[in-house]
């Protein structure tokens, strides 16, 4: 642990500029260096470490070493900053800051109103809310950017460092605009719907692998999307001005045709699309967390969605 007491602030600032301007020229001129004063600092680094960091060439590369120290660079400037917030958020007043990222069958209307449950228990904790597809968000969460994060639960909820609990089962929604064709039928099978453009999640999205899998058991394996988007507002924005099928979260279809906004298809035989819970870091979490998870459990209960199924790697 002697080269770890050694490191500084300014060490494990320079190693990711360094990684991310990708040759030692152009990170010697974002920090204002000469070139054979920024090989020499590296040189510098690689001793505190006792081992190669870069493999330098037309653009350095990584060693395993040098990705350990970007790993710990990531989480102990992320720890810094979130600190730096805390501090600030108290000298205006407020005790803690929670960071919250979700999918989009969260944002309808669980984590909104966990939100509002949690801040009447707890006033002074201020809650920064961003959304995104559950990749994105898992990384961000290992690097410690969120607190929690509200998203499918599959394998990938399951690492050693993590804990989750699952708040309900969604499905698939299948979603049209008010005046579209099939909007008042009683049932409508898969088929009935292959003659429309459709509109689908991105390719990258649990969403959008469920999705392709049920198109292949319905025949429908060469269904290319007119338009991919993650985006609610774009989906009900393309919606309501075509004749295009849309497909979401069950859970967020239900909140936009309760809002009137677009209408559910009574699709037979529709499919489930898996738990959505709760995903956070072991032993990293405070009581604030623990809280807003409570939170997240007791709104789903009066939501009438499925109640959580416990925790898993706590």
């Known amino acids: 642990m002697a080269w770890a007491r050694r490191l500084r602030m300014r060490h494990l600032e320079s190693f990711l500029i360094l990684l991310d301007a990708g040759t030692l020229s152009a990170a010697a001129q974002r920090l204002h260096m000469t070139q054979s004063a920024m090989s020499h600092w590296l040189g510098e680094m690689e001793a505190l470490a006792g081992a190669r960091l870069l493999v330098r060439g037309r653009r350095l590369q990584l060693t395993p070493a040098g990705d350990a120290v970007r790993k710990l660079a990531l989480r102990v400037l992320g720890e810094v900053s979130r600190a730096h917030e805390e501090l600030g958020s108290i000298a205006k007043g407020a005790v803690a800051r929670l960071h919250v990222g979700s999918v989009f069958a969260g944002v309808a209307h669980l984590v909104p109103r966990a939100i509002v449950s949690f801040q009447q228990a707890q006033p002074n904790v201020q809650i920064e809310v961003t ?112 004749d295009y099928i849309g ?61 959580g199924q416990g925790t898993a790697g706590s």
């Open 247 to 307: 497909v979401c979260s069950g859970a967020m279809a239900r909140h936009l045709e309760a809002l009137g906004l677009l209408r559910v298809l009574p699709v037979a035989d529709a499919e489930s699309f898996g738990p959505v819970g709760a995903v956070w870091r072991q032993g990293g979490a405070g009581e604030v967390v623990h809280a807003f998870v409570r939170s997240l459990r007791e709104e789903a209960a009066r939501l009438g969605l499925e109640e």
């Open 131 to 242: 959304e995104g597809v559950f990749n994105a968000l898992l990384e961000r969460l290992e690097r410690r950017d969120y607190d929690v994060i509200v998203g499918s639960i599959d394998a990938r909820a399951y690492g050693p460092h993590l804990a989750h609990e699952v708040l309900f089962e969604d499905g698939i929604g299948v979603v049209v605009a008010r005046h579209h064709p099939l909007a008042g039928r009683q049932r409508i099978a898969w088929r009935d719907l292959f003659a429309f453009p459709w509109v689908m999640p991105p390719r990258e999205t649990l969403m959008r692998t469920r999705l392709d899998t049920v198109l292949l058991e319905r025949g429908a394996a060469g269904l290319q999307p007119r338009v991919e988007t993650g985006s609610v507002l774009t989906l009900e924005a393309v919606l309501r001005g075509t």
